[in-house]
């Protein structure tokens, strides 16, 4: 299992960035797959979710209506568009299945300037 996270940097408050993760060695198409975030002492936080066939997302109340969640099964590949950003949202962001396994991937970090 190989989960990869790419899109993040340094970016001004306002700004906006695109998050993505490619997946492999699962069947992404059938997992509800899901964006985490983990800032310094703090505990990993559930970002936002997706169903399988990306009908369905869920979002933490922090980044309701700033962030979008969504998948292209085709591509194996799941991504989370950030707008409208924060510097609360300064974070070490990562992908893995809603209910998360074993296999993490070396994330993608997000600084958001103030």
């Known amino acids: 299992v190989q989960l990869v996270e790419s899109g993040g940097g340094l970016v001004q408050a306002g700004g906006s960035l695109r998050l993505s993760c490619a997946a492999s060695?699962?069947?992404?198409?059938?997992?509800?797959m899901a964006w985490y975030r983990r800032t310094p002492g703090k505990q990993r936080e559930l970002v936002a979710s997706?169903?399988?066939?990306?009908?369905?997302?869920n979002y933490a109340d922090s980044v309701k209506g700033r962030f979008t969640i969504s998948r292209d099964n085709a591509k194996n590949t799941m991504y989370l568009q950030m707008n409208s950003l924060k510097p609360e949202d300064t974070a070490v962001y990562y992908c893995?299945?809603?209910?998360?396994?074993?296999?993490w991937g070396q994330g993608t970090q997000v600084t958001v300037s103030s």
């Open positions: 893995n299945e809603f209910v998360p396994t074993e296999y």
């Open positions: 060695g699962i069947t992404f198409s059938i997992k509800r």
């Open positions: 997706i169903s399988s066939g990306g009908g369905g997302a």
